[in-house]
């Protein structure tokens, strides 16, 4: 093992600005800081909202990392940040001794491709700045992720900035065969152990921006035999408000039972309940501010380290330093490499092997604990849309989960780190939480026709809608329905029969496996051509699309667009033309997810 590269004195400043949802731009902008520490630079990574905005003045090398949401909408964390940005009084000049670059995280089968990124670049230009590349686009539909847009862009931009700041004479860039030093040290306080959480505890926040929910009803609602458990899950919310078209974001915890198989592999049953405080290595690296002053071992990896998590290349770069096995620490090198991307995709990403398996397969890597922080990023919130109205359930939030199980070449079937820990949730059990808006609200004329596509899971928020409609006796209603069979995963079935009896809703269903060919919502979708054409163009109707994001939102975007060529007699590019104007205008509103 090299010896640990220390941080020099450096006299140059780069700031990483990010803005992240589900902490993917910090991740990327933890990266970039590391390999400007390699070049000698003073970097500082901070949320775009947190930055004192007064010290822009001060900057000269600014890089901006920023992630998509919704509708090509910028994150909460950037919306302050954007606003003082966009003041009409700002001078021409006001930016103009900054250099810069920005790098958008997106999803390219979405219209609004990193929007947020594309606004930002132009904007930094209209204030002077000066690009010192082209913006880069990171694409989830790429087969390697965002690293298959970021590499490429890193090296172009370390290119053009050490032309512009040349390492300091007499030195040479740390190479990456240096293991940097822990962001922590480890000072462990007494040898008297702490007791650990249980689901009945939510984890330690101190954040002040989060709320506690108390579980009511965790049931499945899919038939017992069918391949897909989706459950309804209610909670008592308390104080926390929210409204129609909300998200919850839950904060989940990992399994005690997979928590103490990562305490026996790396045989630390001596430490797992020894209480310790974090000791801050780095000016600008400080432990994150839902940490309490005092963890343990067995807290962290249950309430804060994604250890069942996927791992991204730092861990395989990180983790090359720690094997004492020289096959397995060239091969962790390999996959941390730029040339072993394919190799890592074949490995990791497709058979969706997790941190621990990879820790299991090269066990001769010793991670010294102080490392672990470094190693394994944090479990991040998981986003639930919610299911419920607050007018029909007050003080109530009601979300339908799918839980996440599959098989790859893996022998053990795959699991979501969050839906896992949800489905052992009983009633009385405490979970943590905040509220985030979501992208699709309804019309404020209760009068406007209101079309909604739904397939599976997609339904939630439909249904929340249809609940606050209804209440505000608004009845006209469209709902498109999908899954695979009648009697296996029509979720809500009696509710939206009931609302259908009632004359509050027309209920179209699509049913794909229960017949020999196939039947889509964008099929139903056709066969209704008159009733869409008629709420939509003749009565400006809105349309709200909410599922997966693979191919359902195209098809039904072709389906609706086929509807107004057949009945309203468009070309099929005036059709396209009208569908892009209401996204626009907010009467075409899409929540979809990979």
Same mark, same amino acid.
């Given at each position: 093992m090299k010896p640990v590269a220390s941080g020099a004195p450096l006299e140059r400043s780069m700031l990483i600005l990010y803005a992240t949802e589900t902490g993917t731009s910090q991740e990327v902008s933890e990266r970039i800081a590391r390999e400007a520490r390699r070049r000698y630079f003073r970097a500082r990574t901070c949320s775009m909202d947190d930055y004192d905005r007064a010290q822009l003045q001060r900057e000269h090398l600014l890089i901006c990392v920023c992630s998509t949401t919704g509708q090509g909408t910028e994150p909460v964390t950037m919306q302050k940040f954007w606003k003082f940005l966009l003041r009409k009084s700002h001078s021409p000049t006001l930016l103009s001794h900054i250099q810069f670059g920005v790098f958008g995280l997106g999803d390219s089968s979405y219209l609004r491709f990193n929007f947020p990124a594309k606004k930002l670049h132009k904007r930094l230009l209209q204030l002077g700045a000066q690009a010192l590349v082209p913006r880069g686009d990171g694409d989830?539909?790429?087969?390697?992720?965002?690293?298959?847009?970021?590499?490429?862009?890193?090296?172009?931009?370390?290119?053009?900035?050490?032309?512009?700041?040349?390492?300091?004479?007499?030195?040479?860039?740390?190479?990456?065969?240096?293991?940097?030093?822990?962001?922590?040290?480890?000072?462990?306080?007494?040898?008297?152990?702490?007791?650990?959480?249980?689901?009945?505890?939510?984890?330690?926040?101190?954040?002040?921006?989060?709320?506690?929910?108390?579980?009511?009803?965790?049931?499945?609602?899919?038939?017992?035999?069918?391949?897909?458990?989706?459950?309804?899950?209610?909670?008592?919310?308390?104080?926390?408000?929210?409204?129609?078209?909300?998200?919850?974001?839950?904060?989940?915890?990992?399994?005690?039972?997979?928590?103490?198989?990562?305490? %026996?592999?790396?045989?630390?049953?001596?430490?797992?309940?020894?209480?310790?405080?974090?000791?801050?290595?780095?000016?600008?690296?400080?432990?994150?501010?839902?940490?309490p002053p005092t963890l343990t071992l067995r807290q962290i990896l249950t309430d804060h380290l994604d250890i069942f998590g996927r791992p991204r290349r730092y861990f395989f770069e990180l983790l090359a330093f720690f094997a004492t096995d020289p096959l397995h620490a060239e091969k962790l090198r390999e996959f941390g490499s730029a040339a072993g991307q394919d190799e890592l995709y074949s490995y990791c990403h497709r058979p969706r092997r997790t941190m621990f398996e990879v820790l299991q397969d090269f066990h001769s890597a010793k991670v010294p604990l102080k490392y672990l922080f470094d190693l394994?990023?944090?479990?991040?919130?998981?986003?639930?849309?919610?299911?419920?109205?607050?007018?029909?359930?007050?003080?109530?939030?009601?979300?339908?989960?799918?839980?996440?199980?599959?098989?790859?070449?893996?022998?053990?079937?795959?699991?979501? &780190?969050?839906?896992?820990?949800?489905?052992?949730?009983?009633?009385?059990?405490?979970?943590?939480?905040?509220?985030?808006?979501?992208?699709?609200?309804?019309?404020?004329?209760?009068?406007?026709?209101?079309?909604?596509?739904?397939?599976?899971?997609?339904?939630?928020p439909m249904r929340a809608f249809i609940q606050d409609r209804i209440v505000n006796k608004a009845t006209d209603?469209?709902?498109?329905?999908?899954?695979?069979?009648? %009697?296996?995963?029509?979720?809500?079935?009696?509710?939206?029969?009931?609302?259908?009896?009632?004359?509050?809703?027309?209920?179209?269903?699509?049913?794909?496996?229960?017949?020999?060919?196939?039947?889509?919502?964008?099929?139903?979708?056709?066969?209704?051509?008159?009733?869409?054409?008629?709420?939509?163009?003749?009565?400006?109707?809105?349309?709200?699309?909410?599922?997966?994001?693979?191919?359902?939102?195209?098809?039904?975007?072709?389906?609706?667009?086929?509807?107004? &060529?057949?009945?309203?007699?468009?070309?099929?590019?005036?059709?396209?033309?009208?569908?892009?104007?209401?996204?626009?205008?907010g009467r075409f509103q899409e929540e979809c997810w990979s």
């Amino acid at each position: 093992m090299k010896p640990v590269a220390s941080g020099a004195p450096l006299e140059r400043s780069m700031l990483i600005l990010y803005a992240t949802e589900t902490g993917t731009s910090q991740e990327v902008s933890e990266r970039i800081a590391r390999e400007a520490r390699r070049r000698y630079f003073r970097a500082r990574t901070c949320s775009m909202d947190d930055y004192d905005r007064a010290q822009l003045q001060r900057e000269h090398l600014l890089i901006c990392v920023c992630s998509t949401t919704g509708q090509g909408t910028e994150p909460v964390t950037m919306q302050k940040f954007w606003k003082f940005l966009l003041r009409k009084s700002h001078s021409p000049t006001l930016l103009s001794h900054i250099q810069f670059g920005v790098f958008g995280l997106g999803d390219s089968s979405y219209l609004r491709f990193n929007f947020p990124a594309k606004k930002l670049h132009k904007r930094l230009l209209q204030l002077g700045a000066q690009a010192l590349v082209p913006r880069g686009d990171g694409d989830d539909q790429h087969y390697l992720g965002l690293d298959g847009a970021l590499d490429p862009w890193l090296d172009n931009l370390w290119g053009t900035i050490l032309e512009k700041w040349p390492i300091p004479e007499g030195k040479e860039i740390i190479g990456d065969d240096i293991l940097p030093q822990a962001s922590f040290d480890i000072q462990f306080l007494s040898d008297e152990p702490q007791p650990s959480k249980t689901n009945g505890e939510a984890p330690h926040s101190t954040t002040g921006r989060s709320h506690i929910a108390t579980v009511l009803t965790n049931r499945r609602i899919t038939a017992p035999d069918h391949f897909q458990d989706v459950r309804h899950v209610e909670f008592d919310t308390e104080s926390a408000s929210y409204e129609v078209g909300d998200v919850m974001s839950i904060q989940p915890h990992n399994l005690a039972t997979e928590v103490q198989q990562v305490i %026996d592999h790396f045989e630390w049953q001596h430490l797992s309940d020894k209480p310790f405080r974090l000791i801050q290595q780095h000016e600008d690296i400080r432990p994150p501010p839902q940490y309490p002053p005092t963890l343990t071992l067995r807290q962290i990896l249950t309430d804060h380290l994604d250890i069942f998590g996927r791992p991204r290349r730092y861990f395989f770069e990180l983790l090359a330093f720690f094997a004492t096995d020289p096959l397995h620490a060239e091969k962790l090198r390999e996959f941390g490499s730029a040339a072993g991307q394919d190799e890592l995709y074949s490995y990791c990403h497709r058979p969706r092997r997790t941190m621990f398996e990879v820790l299991q397969d090269f066990h001769s890597a010793k991670v010294p604990l102080k490392y672990l922080f470094d190693l394994i990023p944090e479990m991040r919130p998981r986003s639930f849309s919610i299911a419920s109205s607050p007018k029909a359930h007050p003080g109530r939030i009601h979300l339908a989960v799918a839980i996440v199980e599959y098989k790859t070449k893996m022998k053990t079937p795959r699991r979501g &780190v969050c839906t896992k820990w949800m489905k052992t949730l009983e009633a009385g059990d405490k979970v943590r939480f905040n509220i985030k808006k979501g992208t699709m609200v309804l019309p404020k004329d209760p009068n406007v026709p209101l079309v909604m596509v739904g397939p599976g899971t997609g339904v939630a928020p439909m249904r929340a809608f249809i609940q606050d409609r209804i209440v505000n006796k608004a009845t006209d209603n469209m709902l498109f329905f999908g899954c695979r069979n009648q %009697d296996k995963d029509f979720l809500f079935k009696e509710e939206f029969e009931q609302h259908q009896a009632n004359n509050e809703l027309q209920l179209v269903t699509a049913f794909s496996r229960d017949q020999d060919h196939k039947i889509y919502v964008q099929h139903r979708i056709k066969e209704h051509a008159p009733d869409i054409y008629r709420k939509l163009c003749l009565e400006n109707g809105v349309i709200l699309l909410s599922g997966n994001a693979n191919r359902m939102p195209t098809d039904v975007a072709d389906a609706l667009a086929q509807c107004m &060529v057949d009945i309203g007699k468009m070309s099929r590019e005036d059709a396209e033309k009208h569908l892009k104007e209401m996204t626009r205008n907010g009467r075409f509103q899409e929540e979809c997810w990979s």
